[in-house]
């Protein structure tokens, strides 16, 4: 169990880093560059506050497991 | 841990989750009234566009909650849960009933949007301080293997606040002509929130500290830098994040499927009559509410996870199905219609708008309204359409919005308790408090926005079934949390510091 969850470590940090891609440049750079307003606030957020959380969280969640910190420790 | 008696435990209970269920029903009502609130404080040439302002509002509310759990989840750790989650109630009451006293757009212009915008983030704010310090004090008031039991009653004040801020609105708008709930009834809502939480702030203020916190801060043990301690420190930052995507991730977005989304889709996907959609998602959160005291109790005999992870599995599987389903029930295109009974009216109004309204009827008794605009200076033709659908079909729609709020019950009923036993008294209320608001609040509370963009998407694209696509956000985003959260969390919960 303790490698499948180191291996599967790797899959969230590209995950986060697909992520990362989809949330800059197909969702929130069109709309922050679009003219309407809605679209700008929506793009804000997006680029601001879900991306950063998504790519840094998941990206560190998934270095964590990588290194074995979500390992069973053995008794 | 905790030798409250089973007396003192309710007493407990009671207070904290009264106080809890009026903030979610102050933070609710925002949202239930959205369409009202967007023509009065945003600028109302452009409806939609109005309508998004609100959403954003909206998003805005739930995008400063996270900020509101490091406030007040610090306060919490360092002077006590007691006097933090009071005051998380006084500034939700108090702002809440500001903004049913903010005059319109067209009286003050500008300032009117910025002041609910204001307001707004001081809801988020008081509301990411609050349910961190209602579960905490709960658990630590709680017998040892019953935390589920007893902190499930603080999951149901959600669910209970958006059932009461939709009985509030529906009785309103009965009390009232359909032209003064527009002109002011929409502030009694708001209103009435100062009365309810002045009754609840009393009631808190003779409860006492939790005993387990009043014990660290006797032997001097709490945290003189929770902030530090809780993200800074590597031990507790990995549980941070595992609580975060194995967790409340996915629980936010069944949370908001389940009771946002089901309500926003009947109403302006299936056009379903606001007043109707109302009614049987009320019906259907009240059938849905016992258990969550269910699942809490359940967790405590066979353990948090599965329960959980139960919860996000069946949503995935079934979230297709059952929307299709829902709009199928009142698709008039599977209907047979009354042609004789169809009555079709053109009028022109005082601005030389001409206004062309349609009124089918339908065998099984399903009305179907639509009334379209053309407006004189050429500005783009609105339509809007209202079904009314009959009681067979209102049955069905509240089955299948609560087999969703049966979702929402596994994979919030034991998360309360699952959140504390995971981190140490020191820091319980701020480490806790975190992961929940930012699952909750961003990845469910921007829901809504980013769904509703991929049905519009899907409608542009001209894909046939494109009322399913705002679908993928909750699919996508629970399965993922599923996956973690069945190969990293213990079921044991090795880390249960209660």
Redesign the interface.
């Given at each position: 169990?303790n490698t499948?969850?180191q291996i599967?470590g790797v899959l969230?940090i590209i995950?986060a880093a697909a992520a990362a891609y989809f949330c800059v440049f197909e969702f929130g750079l069109p709309k922050l560059l679009s003219d309407?307003?809605?679209d700008l606030?929506?793009g804000i957020?997006i680029l601001f506050?879900?991306t950063p959380?998504i790519v840094l969280?998941?990206g560190?969640?998934g270095y964590?497991?990588v290194i074995g910190?979500?390992n069973?420790k053995k008794k | 841990m905790s030798k409250t008696s089973t007396k003192g435990i309710w007493k407990v209970i009671s207070a904290s989750s009264m106080g809890t269920m009026i903030e979610w029903y102050d933070f609710y009502i925002f949202g239930s009234l959205a369409v009202v609130i967007s023509t009065k404080f945003f600028p109302s040439d452009n409806p939609t566009?109005a309508f998004?302002?609100t959403?954003?509002t909206f998003?805005a509310g739930f995008?400063v909650r996270p900020f509101g759990a490091l406030f007040f989840g610090r306060l919490g750790d360092i002077i006590g849960r007691k006097y933090t989650f009071m005051a998380t109630l006084l500034l939700m009451g108090g702002s809440t009933f500001l903004i049913g006293c903010i005059p319109s757009y067209e009286t003050i212009g500008f300032m009117a949007p910025l002041l609910v915008l204001i307001l707004r983030l001081l809801q988020g704010l008081a509301l990411g301080g609050e349910y961190g310090g209602a579960a905490t004090y709960v658990a630590e008031h709680a017998p040892v293997g019953q935390k589920g039991y007893w902190t499930s009653w603080i999951q149901t004040t959600a669910t209970v606040g958006l059932f009461i801020s939709l009985m509030v609105i529906l009785a309103t708008k009965n009390a009232l002509s359909p032209a003064d709930f527009d002109s002011w009834g929409w502030r009694v809502p708001f209103w009435v929130s100062i009365v309810m939480v002045g009754v609840s702030y009393l009631i808190r203020k003779n409860m006492d500290e939790s005993p387990v916190f009043a014990k660290a801060k006797k032997e001097g043990t709490t945290s003189t830098n929770p902030l530090k301690e809780s993200f800074g420190n590597?031990y507790n930052?990995?549980f941070v994040?595992?609580a975060?995507?194995g967790a409340t991730m996915g629980q936010g977005v069944v949370w908001y499927t389940g009771q946002f989304y089901a309500m926003s889709f009947m109403k302006t996907v299936m056009n379903v009559d606001s007043s109707q959609v109302d009614t049987l998602l009320g019906i259907a959160l009240l059938m849905g509410t016992p258990f969550f005291i269910f699942f809490g109790w359940l967790s405590d005999k066979v353990g948090r996870k599965y329960i959980m992870m139960s919860g996000m599995l069946l949503a995935i599987l079934f979230y297709r199905p059952i929307y299709k389903m829902m709009y199928n029930t009142t698709d008039v295109n599977y209907k047979t219609e009354i042609t004789e009974k169809t009555i079709q009216n053109t009028e022109t109004n005082k601005n030389n708008d001409k206004i062309t309204s349609v009124s089918k009827t339908y065998t099984d008794g399903t009305t179907y309204i639509e009334k379209k605009t053309d407006f004189a200076d050429k500005k783009e033709a609105q339509t809007h359409i209202s079904v009314n659908i009959n009681s067979s079909d209102e049955w069905t729609l509240i089955f299948l919005v609560f087999i969703q709020v049966l979702f929402v019950t596994m994979v919030y009923g034991p998360i309360a308790a699952f959140l504390v036993e995971m981190f140490p008294t020191k820091i319980r209320y701020t480490s806790m408090s975190l992961p929940y608001h930012?699952g909750n609040g961003?990845f469910g509370g921007?829901l809504p926005?980013i769904s509703t963009?991929f049905v519009t998407h899907a409608k542009q694209a001209g894909k046939p079934d494109f009322y399913l696509d705002g679908l993928w956000y909750p699919i996508i985003i629970a399965s993922?949390c599923f996956?973690?959260g069945m190969?990293?969390i213990?079921n044991k919960n090795k880390t249960n510091h209660l």
């Open positions: 169990m499948i969850k599967l969230w995950l309407q307003q809605d606030v929506f957020i506050i879900l959380l969280g998941l560190t969640f964590f497991a910190e979500y069973d | 566009a998004l302002s959403l954003a998003a995008v590597r930052l990995k994040l595992l975060l995507f930012v961003i921007l926005a963009y993922v996956v973690i190969i990293y213990d």
